[in-house]
Nanobody, 114 residues
Framework: QMQLVESGGGSAQPGGSLRLSCLMT??????MAWYRQAPGKERELVAS????????FYAGSVKGRFTISRDDAKNLVYLQMNNLKPEDTAGYYC?????????WGQGAQVTVSS
């Protein structure tokens, strides 16, 4: 069964950068996405990437600051986060962009504060 392992989270100051990685235990060619969930809020889709790497989609709140990419040879999906804001503080998770999601991983916690 597919397992998703997120890494790269941590603390950053406003304006800083972090890069998240998502390792998939199986090779798949489906659209993938990063989601986030802040305390007391529902999980929301942040960015998605199609099988071939394009097209990509970004939520309005992160467009121009975050970049999603993938390396199918390594079963990895990345999220480069620049110009971080306190409102980006959340647990970040990767999963399928559509269809039945796989079991959620443990996520990567991102905390942005000064």
């Amino acid at each position: 069964q597919m397992q998703l392992v997120e890494s790269g989270g941590g603390s950053a100051q406003p304006g800083g950068s972090l890069r998240l990685s998502c390792l998939m235990t199986e090779t798949v060619f489906v659209s993938m996405a990063w989601y986030r969930q802040a305390p007391g809020k529902e999980r929301e889709l942040v960015a998605s990437i199609s099988r071939g790497g394009t097209p990509t989609f970004y939520a309005g709140s992160v467009k121009g600051r975050f970049t999603i990419s993938r390396d199918d040879a390594k079963n990895l999906v990345y999220l480069q986060m620049n110009n971080l804001k306190p409102e980006d503080t959340a647990g970040y998770y990767c999963n399928r962009a559509s269809g039945n999601v796989w079991p959620w991983g443990q996520g990567a916690q991102v905390t942005v504060s000064s």
